[in-house]
């Protein structure tokens, strides 16, 4: 059965670096999200992607996040200057045009020391 | 603003008996959709079931069932015959979708099962 899929599975960084968490949506899929969930709390979206833009964004979400679709595969977010409040779980979620059910990757552990 | 409300920080229940874990949401909208997803301790999140609001019949997915009220905004889901494996954080998730299709989601129930 085909699944999102999400490296690396744990990231440690120092403050100010930049990461890349990298996801591969399922494969006929459209319609791309980011989520975080820090340690403990619930789940809050992030970007959703669409047509290679974004669609909505959240408060979270700011100058310091960026998303890409670099080819016809990948998904990428892109922390450009880490914060220690930037430690969470950051999951990947996609969907297709036919139905609003988005499959979760299995997350990325980031955490910022 | 749509919210989510999760008010059983924790519940458990014995192997093969049933539970059932609550869900309020509030909103304006009057299409949208519901879900329910799991969350074991690998952390992956998985989703369990969906809602449409349009729809009065409730959804099934073998032994999770939902009990949708949507005059009272509830959103309820039912385990029957609870397994070892259904000890997990289950999170109710609500999608508005009028002029998005992000996410809302409550603050979890953490449910475990006893032998």
């Known amino acids: 059965e085909p699944e999102v899929t999400q490296t690396p599975s744990h990231q440690v960084t120092q403050m100010g670096q930049e990461v890349i968490l990298r996801c591969v949506p399922i494969s006929n899929h459209l319609y791309f999200y980011w989520y975080r969930q820090i340690l403990g709390q619930k789940v809050e979206f992030l970007v959703s992607f669409y047509n290679n833009e974004i669609s909505e964004k959240s408060e979270i979400f700011d100058d310091q996040f960026s998303v890409e679709r670099p080819d016809g595969s990948n998904f990428t977010l892109k922390i450009r200057s880490t914060k220690l409040e930037d430690s969470a779980m950051y999951f990947c979620?996609?969907?297709?045009?036919?139905?609003?059910?988005?499959?979760f990757g299995p997350g990325t552990r980031l955490t910022v020391t | 603003a749509q919210t989510v409300t999760q008010s059983q920080p924790e519940m458990s229940v014995q192997e093969a008996e049933t539970v059932t874990l609550s869900c309020t949401y509030d909103?304006?909208?009057?299409?949208?959709?519901l879900f329910w997803y799991k969350q074991p301790p690998s952390r992956q999140m998985i989703l369990v079931i969906r809602q449409e609001a349009y729809k009065q019949q409730n959804a099934t997915e073998n032994r999770f069932s939902v009990n949708f009220q949507k005059a009272a905004k509830s959103f309820s889901l039912k385990i029957s015959d609870s397994q070892l494996g259904d000890t997990a954080m289950y999170f109710c998730?609500?999608?508005?979708?009028?002029?998005?299709?992000?996410?809302?989601f409550g603050t979890g129930t953490r449910l475990q099962v006893f032998p």
């Open positions: 979620a996609s969907r297709d045009r036919n139905t609003y059910e988005q499959y």
């Open positions: 998730a609500f999608m508005n979708l009028y002029n998005t299709d992000k996410l809302i």
């Open positions: 909103t304006s909208e009057s299409n949208y959709y």
